[in-house]
Each structure stands twice: as structure tokens, then as C-alpha cells.
């Protein structure tokens, strides 16, 4: 098959989707008794320039947390864990920022380094469980996840401090805070300076994917893992090394906030950005350019939700439908386009062999 | 064989995803928040256009939201106002909660109430941007390092107070000299609920044994937004011998009125907030002994007659902190039912005007 179809094919699967759940949500909105137009309305009035700024920001969060997923996903690794990486890891960094230990930006690049290995350490956990005892990491990352919050929330009480009605972290010092992106000129809004990390982390994904023998190696295994055996990959290295890059990324999510904008960990915190990352992975195939489209989609959605209900009276959380809908129509849809491939492969080759066995019959004849 | 494999763990992993994102679009929303009599989508007066930011949980929790819009209701009727009301997200960040106050700001709102502490930091980062708009946040505070502002009112309330009344109270009813407490998050918030009662219930005995338990040390929506979490722990208490469970947990206390009617006969629940007697199912009402009264309705319409009153004499509009107590009636105690005794409900007034008199000095946790 050549490349033009085959992109046409992956783009449509995703567009297709995003319809058939834009239609779910107007028969939800049908269904309530809200107003269809007034939704989509809504939905694609252009944002504002501060809205935009909003949903790069939010998009870049979402994409580092995608990221995080696929790392593991091309492993055929189900880090579910992706949000405890985050939470243990955002916390110990805002923990060690707050310390002051390092003066300026060397304390912010050092913070970054503890997120990456907290998160990978968290994440080690659910490997090491795997590969010595066959622990499916679907399960050990999702109760992970559950000893996460309850283990921030325990360090919270201990080492955080009491302001006003949220125990937070000290306040990591000003010098080194990572000021904004001026993106839209005249708008006071910033992207989050740290946006940067995902940028980086989505070329380093695609080229150690795409072109190293890790990546090579990575995906060979995450495809078949007894071929991957057969050509010499050692698997239990390359299950943990992929988790251990998995959270390591995730501990990057929450780098953007903390040292653009909330300065401390606390109870404000934004939570489920873990979960919502799977879903992003999944809408993007876990192809670094996918996940941004989707993180971008998703983004989009969840910033235009604030303005229901103030401009239209209708509940934001309608959002959440749509957004699940599309990664449940998503997954189907690449479901239907792979069949059809695979019965036009059938055919193709059903017609090279019917070719040959007509030559044969004409060279004997 | 393989790719099979892969792609039934393609399907594990999304529908996991998709059980995520529904997981999350029900937590908050399950009894029809865009309810159609919506006051604010008939109001239109003249009067002040109040904005109203609704903490997790929102229109439908039967507690603190509901109670704020009530206030909302009355004070729009009674100024010939109007009013956008509009719920938050579950775990949202600062960012989305600026966004909701500075989009309901550059609608035009004279009047923009933020309900919850959460929204601190995001009122007080948005208000010196609109000087001429005047915020209230309900349960508020400044976040460290930074100071009071002329246009934000910190509106607080007594809760110590009234849960001093419904201990005393419970102390009166309970047959088993065991009570239960019940809080959402455990910050000083609530924790003035559980030292109020607790001091409520010694005054009356101070053998009586007091179970306390918080939901979460530090999410919101697992305190204050799963009934489950508070069944669960209303459920232990009841089982180790108390008879009465007050909760301070918003929506989850609904789950403790779940406990109670488990429980069977005889076994008290004391809601919070808004008088919940009102608003509980018919197999729950016989065990709701009484609601602890946390007007946050008398606060909403307290504070906007405030600053509506300052715009109309050009004087200056409420800010700083505004604390509503027993003596201006933001906190008190229902009856509804009728489960409280004429000589309970005596020995509570006279509580109370001892407390209003400063005779009783209620601990806080501020």
C-alpha cells in the first residue's frame, strides 16, 4: 500500500470520530432538553486571545501526560500509573524546589531532574513487579496510583504548611520561577515558559522511536515479543527501561504549573490529567504528532466548556461526554479501517496467486 | 496470534480510558444541574448582574451549593437583578478557575461570588484586573504573601458555633453515649465543625464518646463529592455503637444518611449546611435528628445588598473578612421534623444566647 492512502486512512479514522461524537453529544443535548445550536455555538465561537493562550497551555500539559502513555503503550506496557508518576513526582519536586537548596534556575533545572526520577522510580516500581514476579502492571500501576494519593497526602500533612484553608508546599523562591511566552502580542496571559518541555520531549520521542536501535528495539518487542527474543532483545531490560522512560515523563506534567504558575503543591492541584492522557495517547495512535492533535482537541474542548455555562446555561461537564465519545468512536473506527485493510490485502494477494497459477497453467498447457 | 493479543490490550486500554473519562463527567454531575427553572435564566431586572461560580459538586448537592444558590435566588428576586451561575470541573486547576471568574468579569457582572475556598487564589489574582467589580468568596482567603484587596470580601461563617448547637444536641439524644463526626477534608475548615461539636456534646456530658473520621487529607472531590466515602465511614461508626452522625461533608453526607436509614431505627444522622430534612428522601427524613445551619444563603444575600447599597449611597462596598455568626443568624440549627424535644430546643436557645452573651466561649480552629 503507498503512503497517500494510508495517511488519508489516518486522519480519517480520527475525524470520523470526532463527528460521530459531536452527533452523541447533540442527541445527549437533545435528550436533557438543551439547546443544540446554543452548544455548538459555544463550542466554535473563535476563543479570545486569552482563552488561546489558555488552551496552549493546556495543551501542553495534556500532550506531556499523552507522551507519557505511548512511551509505554509502543512497548505494549499499560502504564495506567501515568497520574500517580505525576502526583509522587510533582509533589517531591515542588518539595525539593521549596527548599531553596540551589539558588536560581540551577534550582529549577535540579527540580526537573528529581521530577523525572521520582516519577521513573514510581514507575520502576510496576517494572521491577513485572519482570521478577509476572505482576501485570495494569494492576500494580493502578493500585500504585491509589497508595500515590494517599502517600502525597500523608507527606502533605507532614512537611506542607497551612495557608489560609490548603496545606500546600513552601512557596518555591522567585528566582526561580520560569516567566511566560508572550504567544499572542498585547495579551497579558502567558504560555507556560516550561511549555518548552514538551516540545523537546515530543522530538526526542519521535527521533529515539524512529531512529535509534532503543527505539527500534522498543517497538520490535511491543509488536512481537518472541521475535523480538529471536533477534537477540533482552525483554525484561526493555520492559523497564520503557516504564522507567514512561515515568519519567510523567513526571515532567506537572513541571509546567509549578514553576509558572502555582509555585508550591498543594491542594488546588489539577488531578485526572494522568487518566485524560491515556485518552490522548489513544486519539493521537501514539504517534508524537497524533498526540499533540489530540491534546490539542482535547484541550480545546475543556477550555470552550468554561463559557457554557456562562453564555449558554449548560452544564461544561456535557464535555466529558464528548470527549469520551471520541476516544470510544476513535478506537472502533481504526478497528473498521484495519479490517478493511486487511480484506484488501487478502484480495491483493488472493489476485497475485490467482496470476501466478494461471501462468503456471499456461507454461504446462 | 500476537497482533491479536495486541489488540485486545488495545481495547483493554481504551476502555479503560473511555470508564476514566465517564468516571469523571459523572462524579460531578448526576442530578440535572441545568435545571430548566433556573432563576438565572428568567431573571433579566435592572438591578445588579450577579456572577456565581459554584465549588465541585455544584447545583444538586443538597448542601453548600444548593445554599448559596438560594441566596442567589432571593437576592436576585428581591434587587430585580440577573445572574449567571456556572459550575466547576472536577480537578481543575488554578488556570481554569481565573478563566471562569475573568469570563464571567467580561460579562459584564457587577457582582461576581466565588463559592469555596478553592477559588482563593484565583479571586485575588483576577480581581486587580477589574477594579470596578466587586468579588465575594465565600469561606475565603488570601493566599500567603498576598494582601487584602478593597474589591474582594473574605465571607465567613461560625460553623463552630452552630456545631456547638446540633453537639449539644446530639449529646441530648443520643441512648448510647457514642457519637460520630464525619468531616470532608481535613482543614481547619472543617475541623471548626468537629471542635464546635465536640465542644457541644462535652458541655452536655463529657463522658459521651465522640468517633471522628475526614474523608481525604487532600481531595476535594473524594471529601466532599462520594457518598460512597461517607457511607463508608458513617457505616464503622454506627457499627462501633454510635446513634448520632453529624457530617460536614457536603455531598457525601449523603452516604451518611444512607448509613443511618441501614442502620435501622432509632439511628440519627444531622446534616449540614442547608436544612437537608428539606431536601432528603422519604426513607431518610426519619433519621435526620436536625441540620447544622451554615447560611451560606444569608451570606450571598447579605453581601450583595451590601455592596448594592454601597453602589447606590457611593460608600464603600463590604471587603476585608465578613463573619457571620450566631448573633446575625449565618450559622443556627433547623427543626424540620420535629425530632428535637420542646425542651431540647429550649436548652439550645439558652445555649445559644449564652454563646451570642460571650458566657460560652466555642473553640475555633482559626
Known amino acids: 500500500m503507498n503512503l497517500l492512502p494510508r495517511v488519508g486512512v489516518g486522519l480519517a479514522a480520527p475525524l470520523l470520530a470526532i463527528v460521530v461524537a459531536g452527533l452523541v453529544t447533540s442527541l445527549v443535548l437533545i435528550g436533557v432538553g438543551d439547546s443544540v445550536a446554543e452548544f455548538w455555538g459555544v463550542m466554535f465561537t473563535v476563543p479570545s486571545a486569552r482563552l488561546t493562550v489558555g488552551i496552549v497551555n493546556g495543551a501542553s500539559i495534556l500532550y506531556l501526560s499523552g507522551l507519557a502513555a505511548a512511551v509505554a503503550f509502543r512497548m505494549n506496557l499499560f502504564n495506567i500509573g501515568v497520574e500517580g508518576q505525576y502526583r509522587v513526582a510533582t509533589f517531591a519536586a515542588a518539595y525539593f524546589a521549596g527548599q531553596a537548596l540551589l539558588p536560581g534556575y540551577l534550582n529549577t533545572v535540579v527540580t526537573i531532574c528529581v521530577a523525572m526520577v521520582v516519577g521513573a522510580a514510581w514507575a520502576g516500581i510496576a517494572a521491577i513487579l513485572r519482570v521478577t514476579r509476572g505482576v501485570s502492571e495494569v494492576i500494580s500501576t493502578i493500585m500504585l496510583n491509589a497508595i500515590a494519593g494517599g502517600l502525597v497526602a500523608y507527606l502533605l500533612r507532614e512537611l506542607g504548611d497551612q495557608q489560609g484553608q490548603i496545606r500546600r508546599t513552601t512557596t518555591i523562591p522567585e528566582s526561580s520561577w520560569v516567566g511566560g511566552i508572550p504567544l499572542i502580542p498585547g495579551e497579558s496571559s502567558r504560555v507556560y515558559g516550561l511549555a518548552v518541555l514538551a516540545v523537546v520531549a515530543g522530538i526526542a520521542f519521535a527521533v529515539i522511536l524512529n531512529r535509534t536501535r532503543f527505539g527500534f528495539d522498543l517497538r520490535a518487542t511491543g509488536r512481537s515479543e518472541t521475535a523480538a527474543v529471536a533477534s537477540g532483545v533482552n525483554v525484561k531490560r ?32 489539577q488531578v485526572g490529567v494522568g487518566f485524560t492522557g491515556i485518552a490522548v495517547a489513544l486519539l493521537g495512535r501514539n504517534n508524537p504528532v497524533g498526540i499533540a492533535l489530540g491534546a490539542l482537541v482535547f484541550a480545546f474542548l475543556s477550555a470552550q466548556s468554561n463559557a457554557l455555562g456562562i453564555e449558554a446555561g449548560i452544564s461544561p461537564e456535557i464535555v466529558a461526554v464528548t470527549q469520551g465519545v471520541i476516544v470510544l468512536s476513535v478506537v472502533i473506527a481504526y478497528e473498521v479501517v484495519r479490517r478493511y485493510q486487511v480484506r484488501i490485502e487478502q484480495r491483493d494477494v488472493a489476485r497475485a496467486l490467482e496470476r501466478d497459477r494461471a501462468r503456471e497453467a499456461g507454461a504446462l498447457s | 496470534m500476537l497482533q491479536r493479543v495486541v489488540r485486545q490490550r488495545t481495547r483493554v486500554a ?32 435592572d438591578g445588579p448582574k450577579i456572577g456565581l461560580a459554584f465549588d465541585v459538586g455544584g447545583i444538586g448537592d443538597q448542601s453548600f451549593n444548593d445554599s448559596a444558590y438560594a441566596g442567589l435566588e432571593q437576592v436576585v428576586t428581591d434587587l430585580d437583578g440577573s445572574c449567571t451561575d456556572v459550575e466547576a470541573a472536577d480537578g481543575e486547576d488554578d488556570a481554569a478557575r481565573e478563566e471562569r471568574l475573568r469570563q464571567l468579569a467580561d460579562a459584564d457582572h457587577t457582582i461576581i461570588i466565588a463559592v469555596g475556598f478553592i477559588y482563593g487564589a484565583a479571586v485575588y489574582n483576577v480581581a486587580p484586573d477589574y477594579p470596578d467589580i466587586n468579588f465575594g468568596i465565600i469561606d475565603g482567603a488570601p493566599p500567603e504573601g498576598v494582601d487584602l484587596l478593597t474589591n474582594v470580601a473574605n465571607i465567613g461563617f461560625a460553623a463552630n458555633q452552630g456545631s456547638f448547637l446540633v453537639g449539644a444536641a446530639a449529646a441530648l439524644t443520643t441512648q448510647s453515649d457514642n457519637v460520630g463526626f464525619v468531616g470532608g477534608l481535613n482543614i481547619p475548615l472543617i475541623q ?86 428539606l431536601t432528603a428522601s422519604a426513607e431518610q427524613k426519619p433519621h435526620i435528628l436536625t441540620s447544622m445551619l451554615k447560611r451560606v444563603d444569608t451570606g450571598v444575600i447579605e453581601y450583595v445588598t451590601g455592596v448594592a447599597d454601597a453602589v447606590e449611597a457611593g460608600g464603600e462596598a463590604p471587603n476585608g473578612f465578613v463573619t457571620y455568626d450566631l448573633s446575625s443568624d449565618g450559622v443556627g440549627y433547623a427543626t424540620s421534623g420535629d425530632f428535637l424535644s420542646q425542651e431540647i430546643i429550649d436548652q439550645l436557645e439558652d445555649l445559644k444566647q449564652q454563646i451570642i452573651d460571650g458566657e460560652i466561649k466555642v473553640p475555633t480552629a482559626f
Do not use: R
Open chain 1, 238 to 269: 526493555m520492559v523497564v527501561s520503557a516504564m522507567l522512560l514512561s515515568g519519567a515523563v510523567a513526571g515532567l506534567i506537572g513541571m509546567l504549573d509549578l514553576f509558572g504558575n502555582s509555585h508550591a503543591y498543594g491542594s488546588t492541584i
Open chain 2, 192 to 277: 471548626d465543625f468537629e471542635m464546635g461539636f465536640e465542644a457541644g456534646v462535652k458541655e452536655i456530658n463529657p463522658d459521651i464518646e465522640i468517633q471522628s473520621e475526614y474523608l481525604s487529607q487532600d481531595d476535594a472531590a473524594e471529601g466532599f463529592e462520594s457518598p460512597t466515602n461517607g457511607e463508608t465511614a458513617a457505616t464503622g461508626m454506627f457499627d462501633n455503637g454510635a446513634d448520632v452522625v453529624f457530617h460536614a461533608a457536603g455531598k457525601s453526607g449523603l452516604g451518611v444518611f444512607d448509613a443511618a436509614v441501614a442502620a435501622g431505627e432509632g439511628m440519627w444522622a444531622i446534616g449540614v449546611d442547608s436544612d437537608q430534612y
Open chain 2, 14 to 45: 481504551s476502555g479503560i480510558a473511555v470508564a476514566a473519562l465517564i468516571l469523571a463527567g459523572c462524579a460531578g454531575n448526576d442530578e440535572g444541574s441545568s435545571s430548566t427553572d433556573d432563576i438565572c435564566e428568567s431573571a433579566d431586572g
